[in-house]
């Protein structure tokens, strides 16, 4: 692994004006404060200098937009919505440029737009703040634009909705990078859920900290699955357990956390497996049983699925470090 903030990925997020400050926070405390020695992080705009942010508040960037090129990975905070991508020529260019150039790119919130005014979102799946996607799409016809997923990976593109789901965003990516204990140790730090898929829904329709006050929040149901995943969790069995209906837990588990029961439980599974595969030498065989896959099997096509990669291949990539 690297060492020093010379070998480590460099990682540059790119201030424009009207920035969204939180947009900006979350690359900025994943990559930068968490990061090392992992990432090095810095922060450019289109000239060295404070940038405007959408409330007033400015930031200073010591890098000028010529630094990109030097990037492996830039990422691209929100700016106010009123803010017409127009403006960013000279940004969509550089970061076009090094996008050709072999940089990997990520967009929060409506960062969007400056991807899509340089090019690099023809003919991909995108998305940004669900309050932009049908902007978005009707500026941007080429771009496929999904307007209720927190996060779309594209390989060397990625896009995320607003705010939090930009945190969940660079998780993913440093769980891609590193492996699952990293990220979940960077998430423990930052005191937000170690993962949240990037198909789960922008919003959903009870909140659980709505339900929590209520007193009839899932949560105790969800935390008594997360001990047995190596059980038969079907919605029949969790349902039981919540005392409900099958058809009402499943309609109260999508409203609060924006997913489906078996969706959960799946993704559940395969980060037990990561943890597994990164930390023990068991069998791929074994990891399967104590993930809930069952058979090795199994465990393989969903891994393969999700994970674009195979158990053994992921151990091998993450275990040294």
């Known amino acids: ?30 990559f930068g404060h968490c990061g090392a020695p992992h990432y090095s992080f810095a922060l450019a705009a289109i000239a060295p200098g404070p940038v405007r942010s959408s409330t007033g508040i400015e930031v200073i960037a010591p890098l000028g937009v010529d630094a990109l090129t030097r990037a492996d990975t830039i990422v691209i905070p929100g ?16 970061v076009a440029r090094a996008h050709q150039a072999g940089a990997r790119v990520i967009s929060i919130c409506t960062g969007a737009f400056v991807l899509a005014e340089a090019g690099i979102l023809d003919g991909r799946c ?17 771009v496929t634009v999904d307007p209720a997923v927190l ?12 705010v939090a789901a930009g945190l969940d965003l660079c998780l993913h990516v440093v769980r891609r990078d590193h492996g699952a204990t990293l990220a979940t140790h960077i998430a423990r730090r930052t005191v ?6 990037g198909g789960q829904a922008q919003f959903v329709a009870r909140p659980i900290a709505d339900a929590a006050r ?11 699955a997360l001990d047995r995943l190596e059980q038969h969790l079907d919605v029949v069995t969790l349902a039981r357990q919540a005392c409900m209906s099958p058809r009402s837990f499943a309609r109260r ?65 993450f275990r040294q470090r």
């Open 126 to 142: 995108a998305t940004t703040h669900w309050d932009s996607t049908e902007r978005l799409a009707a500026r941007y016809p080429k």
């Open 79 to 94: 700016v106010g919505p009123d803010t017409d991508p127009k403006g960013f020529a000279q940004a969509a260019d550089a």
């Open 192 to 197: 937000v859920a170690p993962h949240r898929d």
């Open 253 to 317: 588990f999508r409203q609060e956390t924006g997913t489906t029961p078996a969706q959960w439980i799946l993704a559940q599974r395969t980060r037990a497996a990561q943890s597994l595969l990164e930390t023990t030498d068991l069998p791929v065989e074994h990891v399967a049983v104590r993930a809930g896959f069952g058979s090795a099997t199994t465990l393989r096509t969903h891994f393969g699925r999700r994970m674009a990669t195979t158990p053994t291949a992921y151990r091998r990539a």
């Open 1 to 30: 692994m690297p060492s020093d903030s010379s070998t480590a990925h460099r990682v540059i997020a790119l201030a424009l004006d009207g920035l969204v400050l939180l947009d900006l926070a979350a690359p900025t405390h994943v």
């Open 151 to 162: 996060y779309v990976d594209e390989g060397s593109v990625l896009t995320s909705a607003g």
């Open 214 to 224: 209520s007193g009839d929040s899932l949560a105790p149901t969800r935390a008594w």
